[in-house]
């Protein structure tokens, strides 16, 4: 009765809504008009409405009256580009606003093989970088929008000596905008000084860089995309473009900040406090393609004493490079948990290079050099692992008799024992089969980061097919290489009484890391290839120095509880002969 009560009452509703909405029309509301209004700016009362016979004609109200902009008394008459090139760098400036317009590493280069573009250009809606933004609209289309006078441009180019480049302007609304910029002839850092004043007072304007972008065209999935860079009390934050949705103002007092990718970066190099705004910029792909948006970050500054000098650095994470300019600086660099260890390896690769001038074979040599050093432990690895191979039985035999009981029956505890007690008499060391393998991993990793984050191996080529050790190998011959010694180093390691469903597993695991490293950089390929070939060769030599194991079978139970008596005959034999 309940159910068919419930359900009348919603069909009811149910017709009751379809009803209103199918049937019954709205009834429209009325139009709502304004009063007329005096010219006094009082509305008119609703008999003085009433009385109208009729309308009023509409009247189009009067157009605002555009304020024209101030007549500018100090600017240039056309607007043009200030071309600056040094030993390392190609600036183009804009007197539009006194703006970078073009920043170009002459010793990187693009896949077209062009100078590599730090400044993103290409977007109209993005500020340049130095744009001044203050908090008077009019102020700053004034300022970024206005013809500078320029002086200081070298006539000679590249230069060999230091260049100042001065921009100024000024209107008639008593706006004063004075730029100077500060090249050195073999540097990427780039000093910024701004004067602004408006009536005689002085403006603190904040500067903004824009999107700051760098090798985008080159990036892969082993690769570190454009974040956010902040630098602090000795420690390094980076923020990718989700993460500024949660904070994306900072204010402190930074040794650096900006954005960098994997191997370029951006940064303003601070002498004392200031606040950084970073702003995500997603830049849509071309609409005739299936490439995902590129993802950068935008970045302006408000330094605390704004007219004076500012440094930028607009170039190459190179350590060498960063390490001339401030110690501190080479922290941008993403070397990871085992810094310590990088250094020192990208150190010896470079040493290696001035002899080879290779750095693909660079690479084989210092993996070499790596793993001769590395010949002890894992020559005393191997040792121990074929030692446990040969007591492997007597310990299988040993957790046999104990497999019955729980794990907390105290009697467990005898198995222990006995394993130990055969340890010790066969000179065994179950640890040193692992932790002399433990010491490479340091190294292992160290090696990752080395070749991941090197600027030194962007571009480089090795031989034939690879003229890129940053891209992977386009013919995948490395990644099956690579996949197929790991496979040969598996069968010939000695067993250590894994069981045989795991024995498997892991012959499969090569199987499965072959094509998760499909895409691994040509240069951690090399690594990793060479690597597995030496261990393969160092066991082939561990073996014939140890010789052939020497595994002792363990009688069945049944036949060790049958004592043997004289003559040779069991006591079952001998009772029967009585």
Same mark, same amino acid.
Do not use: C, I, M, Y
């Given at each position: 009765m309940e159910r068919r009560v419930l359900l009348a009452i919603f069909l009811s509703f149910l017709v009751l809504y379809i009803y209103q909405a199918l049937v019954v029309k709205p009834v429209p509301k009325p139009a709502i008009t304004p009063a007329p209004q005096t010219a006094a700016g009082t509305a008119t009362t609703p008999a003085a409405a009433d009385s109208a016979t009729s309308p009023a004609p509409s009247v189009p109200p009067p157009a605002a009256p555009v304020i024209p902009a101030a007549q500018p008394l100090v600017a240039d008459a056309e607007e043009r580009d200030i071309r600056i090139e040094t030993r390392d760098v190609i600036a183009v400036f804009t007197n539009r606003g006194a703006r970078l317009k073009s920043w170009r590493l002459k010793r990187y280069f693009d896949q077209d093989g062009k100078p590599q573009e730090i400044v993103e250009n290409k977007l109209s809606l993005q500020p340049l970088p130095f744009t001044l933004r203050t908090t008077d609209e009019a102020t700053t289309t004034a300022l970024?929008? &206005?013809?500078y006078t320029v002086s200081g441009a070298p006539t000679a180019t590249p230069t060999t000596s230091s260049v100042d480049l001065? $921009? #100024?302007y000024r209107d008639a609304s008593g706006l004063q905008a004075i730029k100077q910029f500060h090249f050195e002839p073999a540097s990427y850092v780039l000093t910024f000084k701004a004067t602004v004043t408006q009536a005689d007072r002085a403006v603190t304007p904040t500067i903004v860089w824009g999107p700051a972008v760098g090798d985008v065209g080159q990036l892969s999935q082993y690769t570190q995309k454009a974040e956010a860079l902040l630098f602090q009390d000795g420690k390094v934050q980076r923020l990718a473009p989700k993460d500024l949705a949660?904070?994306? /103002?900072? #204010? +402190?007092?930074?040794?650096? %900040? +900006? /954005?960098?990718d994997n191997y370029f970066m951006t940064a %303003?190099? $601070?002498? &004392? @406090?200031a606040k950084v705004s970073f702003q995500p910029v997603s830049i849509p792909p071309p609409a005739d393609t299936k490439e995902t948006p590129r993802e950068l970050v935008s970045f302006s500054i408000d330094p605390q004493q704004f007219d004076r000098p500012h440094q930028f650095f607009a170039g190459p994470k190179d350590f060498t490079v960063l390490a001339s300019i401030d110690r501190d600086l080479t922290r941008a660099i993403n070397f990871g948990m085992f810094a310590v260890i990088v250094v020192p390896l990208l150190n010896s690769l470079?040493? /290696?290079?001035?002899?080879? &001038?290779?750095y693909g074979w660079s690479i084989v040599i210092l993996t070499i050099m790596i793993n001769a050093i590395m010949f002890p432990l894992r020559h005393k690895s191997a040792v121990s692992m074929r030692k446990m191979q040969e007591i492997q039985p007597q310990v299988k035999a040993i957790q046999d008799r104990y497999a019955k009981l729980k794990a907390t029956d105290p009697a467990k505890q005898k198995m222990n024992q006995e394993l130990m007690a055969l340890y010790k008499e066969r000179g065994v060391n179950p640890a040193s089969g692992c932790v002399p393998m433990l010491l490479t991993f340091p190294v292992l990793f160290a090696m990752w980061a080395l070749l991941q984050t090197s600027i030194e191996l962007r571009g480089a080529p090795w031989f034939g097919w690879i003229h890129d050790l940053t891209q992977h190998d386009p013919w995948y011959v490395l990644p099956i290489v690579m996949g197929a010694t790991q496979i040969w180093q598996q069968r010939i390691t @000695?067993?250590?009484? %894994?069981?045989p469903a795991q024995q498997k597993m892991m012959m499969f695991m090569p199987v499965i890391f072959t094509v998760m490293f499909l895409w691994l950089p040509a240069g951690a390929a090399i690594y990793y290839g060479v690597t597995n070939l030496w261990i393969v060769g160092q066991q082939y030599l561990t073996n014939y120095l140890i010789g052939p194991p020497n595994v002792r079978a363990v009688r069945p139970p049944a036949e060790r509880r049958v004592k043997r008596v004289g003559g040779g005959k069991t006591d079952a034999a001998a009772r029967e002969s009585e």
């Open positions: 970024n929008g &206005g013809l001065r $921009f #100024e949660k904070q994306s /103002v900072f #204010e +402190g007092d930074f040794k650096f %900040a +900006g /954005v960098d %303003a190099l $601070f002498t &004392g @406090p470079k040493w /290696v290079n001035g002899f080879v &001038g290779n @000695p067993a250590t009484g %894994a069981d």
